[in-house]
């Protein structure tokens, strides 16, 4: 029982630290790295389903994509072009797995091996939606007037790096759409 608390806590953490990148645009109410990760799990079943991929599989992938990070520190990506993410996340596993209970260890050291190496469906539609979902809260950012300076066209087209086709791109040409909209207004 007791390693199920400290993995609590340690969920806790998660969802009381603000991811980085919406710090250093000094966003008051920055989203936390846990919110990210629920939206991220939901665009990633929507995603998944429409690509009639293992729905199972990627709404877990997505839950644990960034759980590391509550020992690693969130690494935004800026930083992510100096610093090589899966080496840190490597390094950080051992300690990982000491807080993880013992019935999800095996799971999520398979799903951060499968989801870094990208090679799978369900690891690639986790990427869109990890990338989807950030470009979809710098334009609410933007829309609630939290960073209302701030031109997104640098969240868009990095989220467009990573989403190349089918319902993806969908949802990107349809957060164009939102901004130029509210643009116009």
Request: proline share 0%; hydrophobic share 35%.
């Given at each position: 029982m007791e390693d199920l608390l400290d993995f609590v806590e340690y969920l806790s953490k998660l969802k009381l630290t603000v991811r980085t990148g919406?710090?250093?645009?000094?966003?008051?109410?920055?989203?936390t790295i846990g919110s990210h990760s629920f939206s991220t799990a939901f665009l990633a079943w929507i995603l998944a389903k429409k690509k009639k991929l293992d729905v199972n599989k990627t709404i877990k992938m997505a839950l644990i994509h960034d759980l590391i990070e509550g020992i690693t520190g969130d690494v935004s990506a800026v930083e992510e072009k100096y610093i090589i993410k899966h080496s840190l996340e490597e390094k950080a596993m051992p300690e990982l797995k000491k807080i993880l209970p013992k019935e999800l260890e095996n799971?999520?050291?398979?799903?951060?091996?499968?989801?870094?190496?990208?090679?799978?469906e369900e690891s690639k539609v986790v990427k869109e939606a990890d990338k989807l979902d950030t470009a979809f809260q710098a334009f609410l950012y933007n829309k609630t007037g939290e960073?209302?300076?701030?031109?997104?066209?640098?969240?868009?087209e990095f989220a467009e790096e990573v989403c190349?086709?089918?319902?993806s791109k969908e949802l990107i040409d349809y957060i164009k759409s939102l901004q130029k909209n509210k643009k116009s207004k």
């Open positions: 919406w710090k250093m645009l000094e966003v008051e109410k920055g989203e799971d999520v050291e398979n799903l951060i091996l499968e989801l870094n190496e990208g090679k799978t960073i209302n300076q701030f031109d997104l066209s640098g969240f868009i190349q086709e089918g319902h």
